[in-house]
C-alpha cells in the first residue's frame, strides 16, 4: 500500500509531466493543446485582467489577447518556473499594455483622492473574497494597478517601477495610499455590517 507522501509525489510528477506534454503541443501550435490551455485557466485569468481593467469586457478582450500572446510567445517559455506564472506576467503585461493605451497608468501626479487618508494598516478582516476584490475594484487606476502588483502578483517596488515607468518611491507611495482607501473601504463595511446585525436583532 502507498504511504500519503509517495501518492502526493505521484500527483505532482504525473502534473508536471501533463504540464510538459501540454507545451510540447502547444509549440506545435495545436488546436485541441489551444484550446485545453484556455478551458483551464480562463477563468482564473479573467478574473486577473478584470482587477486591472476594472470591467469585466474589457478584461474579456485583455485575455483573448493575453492568450494569443501566449500561443505566439510560446517559443519563449524556458521551462524556468511554473507554466501558470508565466501565463500569468503575460496576461500582466497585456493589461498594463491597455491602461497604457488608454493613457490610464499611473503617474505621479494622477490618483490624489487619498493624499489625506489617515495611516490605517490593514488588519485581518471577516470579508468574503469577492467583497474584497470588489473594494479593490474601487480603488484609483493607480492604486489599483500598484496593489495588484505588489500584494497579489508579488512584485517588489523595484520591479513594479521598471514596468510601469515611474519611480520606486511612486510605487510605494500608491500602495500606501492604496492600503488606506482599502482599511477605509473596510471599516465603512464593518459599520454597516453592525448596523444591520444590530436592526436585524432589534427586528426580532
Known amino acids: 500500500m502507498k504511504s500519503k507522501s509517495n501518492v502526493r509525489m505521484s500527483r505532482i ?24 490551455l484556455y478551458e483551464k485557466y480562463s477563468t482564473r485569468m479573467l478574473g486577473l485582467c ?7 469586457m474589457i478584461a474579456e478582450d485583455i485575455m483573448v489577447e493575453g492568450f494569443m ?8 517559455y524556458n521551462e524556468e518556473g511554473s507554466f501558470e506564472g508565466w501565463v500569468r ?3 500582466v503585461n497585456e493589461a498594463l499594455g491597455y491602461l497604457r493605451r488608454q493613457k ?3 503617474e505621479d501626479t494622477i490618483c490624489i483622492e487619498a493624499e489625506n487618508i489617515p495611516d490605517y494598516n490593514l488588519a485581518d478582516q471577516d470579508l468574503n473574497a469577492d467583497e474584497l476584490l470588489r473594494m ?11 496593489f495588484n502588483l505588489y ?24 500602495l500606501h495610499r492604496a492600503r488606506a482607501m482599502l482599511q477605509k473601504m473596510v471599516s465603512e463595511w464593518e459599520d454597516e455590517f453592525k448596523k444591520k446585525v444590530n436592526y436585524e436583532k432589534a427586528s426580532y
Request: hydrophobic content about 40%; some cysteine.
Open 13 to 36: 510528477l504525473s502534473l508536471f509531466s501533463q504540464e510538459a506534454q501540454l507545451v510540447r503541443a502547444l509549440r506545435k501550435q495545436d488546436p485541441k493543446a489551444q484550446r485545453q
Open 50 to 56: 478584470c482587477r486591472y481593467a476594472g470591467d469585466a
Open 69 to 76: 500572446r501566449v500561443f505566439t510567445k510560446i517559443d519563449q
Open 89 to 91: 506576467r503575460i496576461m
Open 104 to 106: 490610464r497608468i499611473l
Open 136 to 146: 479593490i475594484g474601487g480603488l484609483p487606476i493607480g492604486y489599483r494597478t500598484v
Open 151 to 174: 500584494a497579489i502578483e508579488g512584485f517588489s517596488h523595484l520591479e513594479i517601477a521598471s514596468m510601469l515607468g515611474v519611480s520606486e518611491s511612486t510605487s510605494k507611495s500608491q
